[in-house]
């Protein structure tokens, strides 16, 4: 019975979640910085878009300059609608939408996919700000992310180890980050393949591009770690093999280590939540044993973790996500790969 509450429990955190957001969204007072667009569906000519200046106004067609800052975006759009109706009374609805929060930017540089400036409603913890940012690049080094302070904190580094977050499962705890804070996420060599061939995150596409806001991540001890496109319907099992299945088995890194495995029974898929990252720990050996499993479906923004088995749990992921990979393994054969990994640890 357990097996069938867990995925009506998701959606119903999913829709919690969405209705949370909007909440939020409807409840943010505008500030100084900000910067609105402004739309009437019907007089389209008069759309625009302004930024709130210091004494907290903006300047708009017919009305001119009218106070916008410690305002909801519904209490300013029924005053502009007020205002504007005088001289066209045909407008009884302006939309407006926060193109950029002018005051709650925050710096991303370093070995992500589309390193930038970035403004937030809800500013994000690191990890969530590193997803903004298309998630780490494959040769990211995650157990040594500075974060430069900003604000009331300026001069202030920390350097933190994302890496051990993940094997800990606590990403939720991750600091959380401050208007103007700037992260640096460093970079290693890029993994060499067969040839002298650099191992690139199956994310990449080909070079094609994938919009950060409807995309998931697949980390860890898989083929081709990196940022996928996300997909209606989409479940965990999937989005594993997008990332080309688990690696069965991989060098540990020198003559006295011992080859690291993946551990499905510890694969945790981090949703993002209303304020803090949500962590999940699924036991794919178990779940594939069901007769019929519901499917566990990922939601855009998702991240699902494959970590190895105990005492080399941060080697690979801490040190780079694009590792030395041996060949290439297809879409098709992945399947294979999967089910003959977990027909192997169901018979130890």
Known sequence: MNNFRQPLWLLLFVSVIGFTSRA????????????????????????????????????LPLIGRIEAVDKTIDELSRFIVEKISVYNKKISQ??????????????????????????????????EAILEAGGPSPVAQLSRVKIFRGGEASGNIETIDVASAFESGNVKNLPKLGPGDYVSVPSVAPAMGAGGAIAEGGGLQGGALIDPQNAIYVFGLVVQPGMYPYEKDLDVLQAIIRAGGPVLQQNGGGNNRAPIEPDLTRVRLISRGADAPVVYVINIKDYTKQAAPLPLLVRPGDTIYIPSRPNYGAFLFANTLGQVITGTVSLLTSYFVLNTLLGQNNNN
């Open 24 to 59: 939020q969204a409807q409840d943010y007072k505008l500030e100084r910085g900000d910067f609105l667009q402004v739309t009437f569906w019907q007089e389209p000519t008069l759309n625009t878009q302004a930024r709130i200046d210091t004494e907290g106004k903006i300047d």
């Open 94 to 127: 302006a939309n407006i939408t926060v193109i950029e929060y002018g005051n709650r930017a925050i710096f991303i540089a370093g070995a992500v996919v589309r390193p930038g400036k970035y403004t937030f409603q809800n500013l994000p913890n690191l990890w």
